[in-house]
């Protein structure tokens, strides 16, 4: 067995000219523009195969979700690339879309006195309370009377993820010129000496360690001239990748959070029009901010982002959008709706400084995996689409001028775009924004307004942490407020109970116990059912593994299971932690949120996470 959880076996091969891992908006971009120039008007191909010669270039996209609709986002994006890709853009086509109509930035102030505020948030706070009557203050919140450009997105659309891609995808599928295979998991890319030649599909029918059982069919080795890397922040081809070429001199990936979202019904007489985008900072705690977008119809989609920078190691994101909801500024508006969905999702929040190789021999990354996210704008999804564009292009330019796709030839064609694209140039301009929260909130705060407002001239350098090297364990986080004692009292009944310690630790430095409604305070259990309708397909191997056991059984935070998102991982009553792959909505939260460096390679944690099926299934978030 390798490390990949991968029998060593004979495999059948398969051949083709282009495979694209993942189907986000990144490979939305390129399949949508290279599809269009692969067959001729009068159905001939434009360019020849030569994995089947006389055919188009056979292109084949493997997703590794149930359906090609079951990505997790906001979105709200000012679309340009988008809008570039279909002239006739009419947002009304695309169900729960609509153009932004209006913008709100929103500092919310702590309506409970449970969160954790320096005392140059709480000044902020009192300086606000003092002068509200001057002040835009309604609701224990101030509405920022000016919002700075680059966070304003008016022009811009917001619409769902999993409805965007569908329509997409429905569109390619109807060309006839590209496959897109859902459901299909990328295991792993064959490197040869230095060059992608493909990529390997997971293995089914395989126990929890990946050993063959009833069913089993081996993953097909598939090889392409091209593979097109698109699995976004967590996925396997892009990480194992970055582990095999390093990231060039200066780059990480240290900064991440987990995005977590809800789609609901807002109830009847709801005044906020479609088009609304409220953004939120300050509440539940200063580092978490949030977001709220009213789509047509009465529906909306809203949620929190708990980053890496967010020194508690309980880092319940599913507890604090619970109390987020309930901020009197928000709660006026949706008491009374109802959930229809739910989803999370982790965002690579370094950006620029994130980017790995771009191109080598044999493959080319595009999107989040590749470092587009603009981490001052906090847009992704244009960025994502565009990189995925400019790669189309090169890839034309190489198929008529039948150049191979060396790292030379993509250097020249797909990164010379980039270089000279508004993507990097905005990316570079982003590229300090978020350097200040490695030293708190209002650092953070003063960073990204001082990069924002010189267009990043401007900025404080802070070091980037590697995310276990930061997180404190409950003792230091709660000391003077809950007794080293009790945590551990705490700590031994929730290992023996295999319970987390969130809703303990949190209640008792004054977080109110969530009092269900059914409707939009639910459980996390109820959450993962009537939201994130998870369904695991049987037959995979388990895709998070833990690299030393005994580091789990002597660690102190068990912050892995703390901000599970699906509660896949619980404490284990023999020691450790447990897996349950059937609840995991593979948010990658726990890859980043591992409090303990892997023993062969201190950058990464002690989580290991690899590829297989399943997840969330809901084609609204
Ligand atoms: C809650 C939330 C809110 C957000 N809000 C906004 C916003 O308002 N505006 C904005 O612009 N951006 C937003 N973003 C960021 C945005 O969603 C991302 O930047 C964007 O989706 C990146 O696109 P991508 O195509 O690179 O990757 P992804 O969207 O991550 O797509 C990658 C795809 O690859 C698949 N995949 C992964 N591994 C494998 C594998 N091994 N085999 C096969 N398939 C695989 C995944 O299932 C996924 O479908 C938000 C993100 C989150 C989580
Ligand atoms: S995976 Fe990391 S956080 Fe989780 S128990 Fe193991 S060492 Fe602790
Ligand atoms: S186990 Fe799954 S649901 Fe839990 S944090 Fe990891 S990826 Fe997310």
């Keep these: ?47 020849d195969s030569k994995a089947m010669p006389g055919m188009p270039p ?8 149930d359906d090609i609709g079951f990505g997790v986002s906001g979105i709200v994006s000012k679309a340009r690339s988008i809008r570039a890709s279909f002239p006739d853009f009419d947002p009304t086509a695309i169900p729960m879309t609509h153009e932004v109509t209006e913008e709100k930035v929103v500092y919310l102030l702590d309506p409970i006195g449970a969160s954790r505020r320096s005392w140059l948030v709480k000044l902020g706070d009192l300086f606000i309370k003092a002068f509200k009557w001057l002040l835009p203050y309604k609701d224990m919140a101030m509405e920022l009377p000016w919002i700075p450009p680059f966070l304003q997105k008016h022009d811009g659309i917001i619409t769902s993820m999993g409805q965007f891609s569908q329509w997409v995808g429905g569109q390619l599928m109807m060309s006839g010129a590209v496959q897109i295979w859902p459901s299909t998991p990328v295991a792993k890319p064959l490197i040869e000496d230095n060059k992608v030649t493909g990529v390997r599909l997971a293995d089914q029918g395989t126990d929890k360690d990946g050993n063959p059982d009833v069913g089993f069919t081996a993953g097909m080795d598939i090889k392409a001239a091209l593979t097109v890397v698109g699995d976004g922040p967590v996925g396997v081809v892009g990480r194992d990748l970055d582990k095999h070429f390093g990231l060039p001199e200066g780059n990480h990936i240290r900064d991440w959070a987990v995005g977590m979202k809800m789609v609901i019904d807002l109830p009847d007489g709801c005044e906020l029009k479609p088009g609304t985008v409220i953004h939120t900072l300050g509440y539940p705690e200063p580092e978490i901010f949030g977001f709220m977008y009213v789509y047509p119809d009465g529906i909306a989609s809203l949620g929190v982002f708990v980053p890496s920078w967010f020194d508690n190691p309980m880092r319940s994101t599913y507890r604090y959008m619970q109390h987020w909801i309930q901020h009197p500024y928000l709660w006026k508006h949706i008491e009374g709706g109802t959930i229809r ?30 470092g587009t996210t603009n981490v001052l704008t906090n847009s992704g999804v ?15 330019e190489l198929l008529a001028e039948d150049k191979p796709f060396t790292k030379e030839n993509l250097d020249a064609t797909y990164v010379k775009r980039r270089r000279e694209s508004w993507l990097d140039k905005e990316s570079k ?20 307004a001082l990069v924002g407002m010189s267009k990043g001239k401007l900025f404080i350098p802070f070091k980037a942490k590697r995310p276990h090297d930061r997180v404190p364990t409950p003792e230091e986080y709660y000391k003077g407020r809950i007794s080293a004692e009790e945590i551990d009292r705490i700590r031994k009944e ?23 409604d059914g409707q939009l305070l639910i459980s996390h259990q109820d959450m993962l059912l009537m939201g994130g309708k998870i369904q695991a397909t049987g037959s995979y191997a388990d895709h998070v593994t833990f690299d030393d056991p005994e580091t789990c059984k002597n660690c102190e ?5 703390e901000i599970c998102s699906g509660q896949a991982i619980t404490p284990d009553p023999e020691g450790g932690v447990a897996f349950d792959r059937e609840k995991c909505v593979y948010c990658g939260a726990c890859i980043w949120s591992c ?27």
């Excluded at 059948?12 to 008007?41: N, Y």
């Design 58 to 65: 056979q292109v084949i996209c493997y997703e590794r979700a």
């Design 494 to 516: 929730c290992q023996a109970k295999g319970l987390t310690m969130h809703d303990q630790l949190m209640e008792k430095v004054g977080w109110p116990e969530i009092k269900n």
């Design 1 to 47: 067995m390798t490390t990949d959880q991968q029998p060593e076996i004979n495999r059948e091969e398969m051949q083709v000219d282009i495979i694209c891992t993942g189907f986000g908006p990144a490979t939305g971009g390129f399949l949508t523009t290279l599809s269009r120039a692969l067959i001729k008007e009068d159905g001939s191909p434009a360019f």
């Design 341 to 370: 969905s739910w989803g999370a999702k982790s965002l690579q929040e370094a950006g620029r400084r994130g980017e790995p190789f771009l191109v080598g021999d044999g493959y080319a990354r595009i999107g989040e995996g590749s």
């Design 382 to 396: 244009d960025e994502a689409w565009e990189s995925g564009v400019q790669l189309a292009e090169a890839v034309k």
């Design 429 to 448: 301009i982003a590229q300090h924004a978020r350097d200040g929260f490695q030293k708190g909130f209002v650092s953070g705060m003063i960073t990204t």
């Design 595 to 621: 409090s303990e460096a892997n023993k062969d390679d201190p950058e990464h944690s002690n989580v290991n996470f690899r590829s297989g099926a399943g997840g969330l299934h809901s084609a609204e978030n």
């Design 557 to 561: 935070t068990l912050i892995c299971a």
